[in-house]
């Protein structure tokens, strides 16, 4: 028995082992992988040249012809009792490499086995990172599937299950699993790939390939945007999450977060995915897109699925904002509202006033910054918040003075009247009629509709004044 097949016979003996048990075993492994790497071309192989006879014998039973056939004796076989040899210590140098071009001056005696090569990093490896010397990468596939998950978000997910997919060739999959609430483990998370090779110490390290769940699937990344600002940053694919929301966050090499939303998708079955969060200012680069559906626990995944991407690099100096493109400068003031309180209606025309005139501070002096909402994400600035948003294109001014001209609504349920505006907003998305949705139209686009269908709720601008005339909200998401 051939040492290749002695190894392959072993391996499956152990295949509820990843990682060999013995520095013996990760030797041969290694010895294995040199020898394979000497030998020649599959089709001058022993195996292949015998099969290869034993057609033409049969062939010429019936064609009454005969083939000619390359001896075989000539190829080189890895000796089936290889003396063990120990492993380089760290800091020495291994022998190189035997290859087809050089067979002739080092062609190695029957009985011979070489050392490993010099380290070379397994191939398709996105993290860890490149520059990091393979000393550094964990030393086990379940600790390079668990350290990916944590450097990406900070979550500790158990492991399910290793299997071997390549023994030999030292790939292998790790199941992660999800944690409820009460800290147990369930379920299944996502499936880790991972390839493993050997430093120079001798010692097996092991790096993540790909990580992905069946119930998101990811087949391309959109990026697109005004040049010098930043991207709109969009997953493509399927996938199906927790009421149909999936969390959606770029990291940079480094493990610093990006950019950071979300997208909607299919709530009980796998539907397209639709929407992302907004790429901030970035000189570019290599990434990850962490696309992650944490709804109903809050503690740990229970789908993830990871994409390296390029991030695409914004200019070192973006355009400043020209006052006379501000969106909302050439639009009407809405129509004055009689059915609405005097202290309301007062509100709504100033601020629809200060936004015709692209008065940011005009705008900022007309919240409470203890009580004001104008973003998730952020918070102190308004005013900053609404210029940004207008240099990136987004026409924050213009959906400000447009949404005050549509229907409203009002909600004491909590004990605090707030006015809403679009009245939409305060309705299941059921009930909205036809009328109400075409009124939204010039504002939004189908894309927006979808989400919405999606979401089963309106999420875009929406402007809330108490009963007092407080603007509280002026805000989109969810």
Not at 110 to 116: D, N, Q, S, V
Not at 341 to 370: F, G, H, K, M, W
Not at 437 to 442: I, N, Q, V, W
């Given at each position: 028995?051939?040492?290749?097949?002695?190894?392959?016979?072993?391996?499956?003996?152990?295949?509820?082992?990843?990682?060999?048990?013995?520095?013996?075993?990760?030797?041969?492994?290694?010895?294995?992988?040199?020898?394979?790497?000497?030998?020649?071309?599959?089709?001058?192989?022993?195996?292949?040249?015998?099969?290869?006879?034993?057609?033409?014998?049969?062939?010429?039973?019936?064609?009454?012809?005969?083939?000619?056939?390359?001896?075989?004796?000539?190829?080189?076989?890895?000796?089936?009792?290889?003396?063990?040899?120990?492993?380089?210590?760290?800091?020495?140098?291994?022998?190189?490499?035997?290859?087809?071009?050089?067979?002739?001056?080092?062609?190695?005696?029957?009985?011979?086995?070489?050392?490993?090569?010099?380290?070379?990093?397994?191939?398709?490896?996105?993290?860890?990172?490149?520059?990091?010397?393979?000393?550094?990468?964990?030393?086990?596939?379940?600790?390079?599937?668990?350290?990916?998950?944590?450097?990406?978000?900070?979550?500790?997910?158990?492991?399910?299950?290793?299997?071997?997919?390549?023994?030999?060739?030292?790939?292998?999959?790790?199941?992660?699993?999800?944690?409820?609430?009460?800290?147990?483990?369930?379920?299944?998370?996502?499936?880790?790939?991972?390839?493993?090779?050997?430093?120079?110490?001798?010692?097996?390290?092991?790096?993540?390939?790909?990580?992905?769940?069946?119930?998101?699937?990811?087949?391309?990344?959109?990026?697109?945007?005004?040049?010098?600002?930043?991207q709109q940053f969009q997953?493509?694919?399927?996938?199906?999450?927790?009421?149909?929301?999936?969390?959606?966050?770029?990291?940079?090499?480094?493990?610093?977060?990006?950019?950071?939303?979300?997208?909607?998708?299919?709530?009980?079955?796998?539907?397209?995915?639709?929407?992302?969060?907004?790429?901030?200012?970035?000189?570019?680069?290599?990434?990850?897109?962490?696309?992650?559906?944490?709804?109903?626990?809050?503690?740990?995944?229970?789908?993830?699925?990871?994409?390296?991407?390029?991030?695409?690099?914004?200019?070192?100096?973006?355009?400043?904002?020209?006052?006379?493109?501000?969106?909302?400068?050439?639009?009407?003031?809405?129509?004055?509202?009689?059915?609405?309180?005097?202290?309301?209606?007062?509100?709504?025309?100033?601020?629809?006033?200060?936004?015709?005139?692209?008065?940011?501070?005009?705008?900022?002096?007309?919240?409470?910054?203890?009580?004001?909402?104008?973003?998730?994400?952020?918070?102190?600035?308004?005013?900053?918040?609404?210029?940004?948003?207008?240099?990136?294109g987004s026409e924050v001014?213009?959906?400000?003075?447009?949404?005050?001209?549509?229907?409203?609504?009002?909600?004491?349920?909590?004990?605090?009247?707030?006015?809403?505006?679009?009245?939409?907003?305060?309705?299941?998305?059921?009930?909205?009629?036809?009328?109400?949705?075409?009124?939204?139209?010039?504002?939004?686009?189908?894309?927006?509709?979808?989400?919405?269908?999606?979401?089963?709720?309106f999420f875009g601008w929406?402007?809330?004044?108490?009963?007092?005339?407080?603007?509280?909200?002026?805000?989109?998401?969810?």
């Open positions: 028995m051939k040492t290749d097949d002695l190894l392959r016979r072993t391996l499956a003996e152990r295949a509820d082992h990843v990682e060999p048990a013995s520095d013996a075993y990760a030797r041969l492994a290694g010895r294995v992988t040199e020898a394979r790497a000497r030998r020649r071309p599959w089709w001058r192989s022993p195996h292949v040249l015998w099969l290869a006879a034993a057609g033409g014998a049969a062939a010429a039973v019936i064609m009454i012809g005969a083939l000619v056939f390359d001896d075989p004796s000539t190829t080189r076989e890895v000796a089936t009792t290889p003396d063990p040899t120990p492993a380089p210590s760290p800091g020495t140098t291994p022998q190189p490499t035997a290859t087809d071009d050089d067979t002739a001056a080092s062609a190695p005696t029957p009985g011979e086995i070489t050392e490993p090569s010099a380290v070379v990093p397994p191939e398709g490896v996105v993290w860890p990172g490149a520059g990091q010397p393979l000393e550094g990468w964990p030393a086990t596939p379940e600790a390079a599937a668990q350290e990916f998950v944590r450097f990406l978000g900070g979550w500790d997910l158990p492991v399910g299950s290793v299997t071997n997919v390549d023994p030999v060739e030292q790939l292998a999959d790790v199941v992660l699993q999800s944690i409820g609430e009460d800290g147990q483990p369930f379920g299944e998370a996502a499936r880790v790939r991972v390839a493993g090779g050997f430093d120079e110490g001798g010692v097996q390290r092991w790096g993540v390939r790909w990580l992905r769940s069946d119930r998101i699937q990811v087949d391309d990344w959109f990026f697109a945007g005004p040049r010098g600002g930043p997953p493509k694919g399927r996938a199906q999450a927790f009421e149909g929301t999936i969390d959606v966050t770029l990291v940079d090499p480094g493990g610093t977060v990006v950019a950071q939303g979300f997208a909607t998708a299919g709530g009980t079955e796998l539907q397209e995915i639709l929407g992302g969060p907004m790429v901030l200012e970035h000189p570019g680069g290599p990434g990850y897109a962490v696309i992650a559906d944490l709804g109903g626990l809050g503690v740990a995944p229970t789908a993830l699925t990871v994409v390296a991407v390029e991030i695409p690099a914004a200019t070192e100096n973006p355009p400043e904002l020209d006052p006379a493109q501000c969106s909302a400068r050439q639009l009407d003031p809405p129509e004055p509202d009689p059915t609405l309180p005097t202290a309301v209606e007062v509100t709504r025309q100033a601020i629809a006033a200060a936004a015709i005139a692209c008065d940011y501070e005009a705008l900022a002096a007309l919240t409470n910054p203890s009580l004001f909402t104008y973003s998730f994400g952020g918070g102190g600035d308004p005013a900053g918040f609404w210029r940004e948003g207008e240099r990136r001014l213009r959906f400000m003075v447009e949404t005050l001209k549509l229907g409203w609504s009002l909600d004491d349920s909590a004990g605090t009247a707030l006015y809403s505006w679009p009245e939409v907003f305060s309705k299941a998305w059921s009930e909205v009629t036809e009328a109400e949705r075409d009124a939204l139209r010039p504002l939004y686009d189908d894309n927006d509709f979808a989400q919405w269908d999606a979401f089963e709720g929406r402007h809330l004044v108490d009963a007092q005339g407080t603007w509280m909200a002026f805000v989109a998401g969810d």
